[in-house]
Each structure stands twice: as structure tokens, then as C-alpha cells.
């Protein structure tokens, strides 16, 4: 099984992560976990909140014609 999704925004970003923690079989906190940080930081990774680093990198993207693409992957295991 494969999810492929077109990075075009941090909310898209975050919905591909969302789509491979849940491929993994991770909750939110389990992740946290695994990260060293909070359930809320992966909370907000995953709904695209705004940063100036984020957006940046965005307008960065769009201004040179750079086209991101993330592939998840999961196997039975």
C-alpha cells in the first residue's frame, strides 16, 4: 500500500504525516513519544500550522518552480 500526495503547503505536509503515522498504526501520542515532544506539536504538524519558517520555505517552492512530492509506504510486517 502506497499514499502519494503533492507538497504544496505546510496543511498538505501535514495531512501526508497524518496519512503515514496512521499507516504505521501510531497515535498522536505514541509519535510524541518517539519524537521527544508534545501529542499537541505532532497535533499541530499534522493541521499545517503556520510558521514563518514553513511559509517561507512555501514561497521559496513556489517561487523557483521546485515541485515537492511525498511517497508513504507501508508494509505488512
Request: charged share 25%; no cysteine.
Amino acid at each position: 500500500m502506497a499514499y502519494t500526495g503533492k507538497v504544496t503547503s505546510a496543511e498538505s505536509l501535514g495531512r501526508i504525516l497524518r496519512q503515514a503515522r496512521l499507516l504505521s498504526g501510531l497515535s498522536q501520542r505514541e509519535l510524541a513519544r518517539r519524537l521527544g515532544t508534545t501529542q499537541n506539536y505532532v497535533w499541530e504538524l499534522e493541521a499545517g500550522k503556520r510558521s514563518i519558517m514553513m511559509d517561507r520555505l512555501f514561497a521559496a517552492m513556489r517561487a523557483t518552480g521546485m515541485e515537492l512530492t511525498a511517497t508513504v509506504r507501508h508494509s505488512h510486517g
